[in-house]
Antibody, heavy 126, light 105 residues
């Protein structure tokens, strides 16, 4: 079955760019019907969706983060990536990647994140 | 932007209890509502999609209902592994999570 694994630096300095990669195994990232999402969770707090990308290049971003976020896909490596610029301590969190599955149900299309990586902790500190 | 509000924020219950968690959207979202369970230190797990459809492999004691602005997640008979935090999530071009409900013994 499809598995996701996040990787990247665990420590980023303030004002720098956070860069994470999610490697997809057990299936092709180019397989139709999926977006590929990033979500984060500060310690002891709730989930915040960051954004997602379809293999066609379509992206959707959280409006509160849009000016700082870039999500990209590398189909040759079966990976997708997150870049978050100008980070501050408020960006310290566990970052998850997830498959955003499209489901045709009851005459409509719905999306739900059905496969998740285990998460990686990123701390923003000098 | 659509806001998702869950209630209660925390809930104490016992094994065997029937539990209901509520999620309210700030405007109508049809059935574009998912529910996730998150155990401490783990990634969330999809329970319910499209408001009422049970994700494959999820026990039938979990059920979801509602449409428009008001949604519920019901666990018919709590099992020990069900004590966790539950999140609703509006799915659209921009996803939004509720703040979570912590289910405790």
């Amino acid at each position: 079955q499809v598995q996701l694994q996040e990787s990247g630096p665990g420590l980023v300095k303030p004002s720098q760019t956070l860069s994470l990669t999610c490697t997809v195994s057990g299936g092709s990232i180019s397989g139709g019907g999926y977006y590929w999402s990033w979500i984060r969770q500060p310690a002891g707090k709730g989930l915040e969706w960051i954004g997602r990308m379809y293999t066609s290049g379509t992206t959707n971003y959280n409006p509160s983060l849009k000016s700082r976020v870039t999500i990209s896909i590398d189909t040759s490596k079966n990976q997708f990536s997150l870049k978050l610029s100008s980070v501050t301590a408020a960006d310290t969190a566990v970052y998850f990647c997830a498959r955003d599955m499209g489901i045709w149900f009851g005459g409509m299309f719905y999306y739900a994140m059905d496969v998740w990586g285990q998460g990686t902790t990123v701390t923003v500190s000098s | 932007d659509i806001q998702m509000t869950q209630s209660p924020s925390s809930l104490s219950a016992s094994v065997g209890d029937r539990v209901t968690i509520t999620c309210r959207a700030s405007q109508s979202i049809g059935s574009s509502l998912n529910w996730y369970q998150q155990q401490p230190g783990k990634a969330p797990n999809l329970l319910i999609y499209a408001a009422s459809s049970l994700q494959s492999g999820v026990p039938s004691r979990f059920s979801g209902s509602g449409s428009g602005t008001d949604f519920t997640l019901t666990i018919s008979s709590l099992q020990p592994g069900d004590f966790a935090t539950y999140y609703c999530q509006h799915s659209s071009s921009t996803h939004t999570f509720g703040q979570g409900t912590k289910l405790e013994i």
